[in-house]
Nanobody, 127 residues
Framework: QEQLVESGGGLVQAGGSLRLSCAAS????????LGWFRQAPGKEREFVAA????????VYTNSVKGRFVITRDNAQNTVSLQMNSLKPEDTASYYC????????????????????WGQGTQVTVSS
């Protein structure tokens, strides 16, 4: 069974850092683009970052550029999101996702382009 499982969320003060990880199983994700989305209470799920199959191409939403870094390890079937200089507005549930067979193109940033989702991990940034 194909599955994505996130970990690493928690409570952190503004200005702090967290590293989210997502472990993939049941599938070889090397040809897939991988991404992170987030959803705050009462808001729609929004794109955060995405990465192509080799890690040579990454895409970020403007609000996290220069603060967040997405990486992947195809040998371990994992994708990570290093989040630095966190702000209260980064508070949300964070979800990793896989876009099947999109790994060789520019990583997609649309919700509808992703085929498999994790269950989410909560990130809370206190002011």
């Amino acid at each position: 069974q194909e599955q994505l499982v996130e970990s690493g969320g928690g409570l952190v003060q503004a200005g702090g850092s967290l590293r989210l990880s997502c472990a993939a199983s049941g599938r070889t994700f090397g040809r897939d683009a991988l991404g992170w989305f987030r959803q705050a209470p009462g808001k729609e799920r929004e794109f955060v970052a995405a990465i192509n199959w080799s890690g040579s191409m990454t895409v970020y939403t403007n609000s996290v550029k220069g603060r967040f870094v997405i990486t992947r390890d195809n040998a371990q079937n994992t994708v990570s999101l290093q989040m630095n200089s966190l702000k209260p507005e980064d508070t949300a549930s964070y979800y990793c996702a896989a876009s099947f067979y999109s790994g060789y193109d520019t990583p997609p940033s649309s919700y509808g382009d992703y085929d498999l989702w994790g269950q989410g991990t909560q990130v809370t940034v206190s002011s």
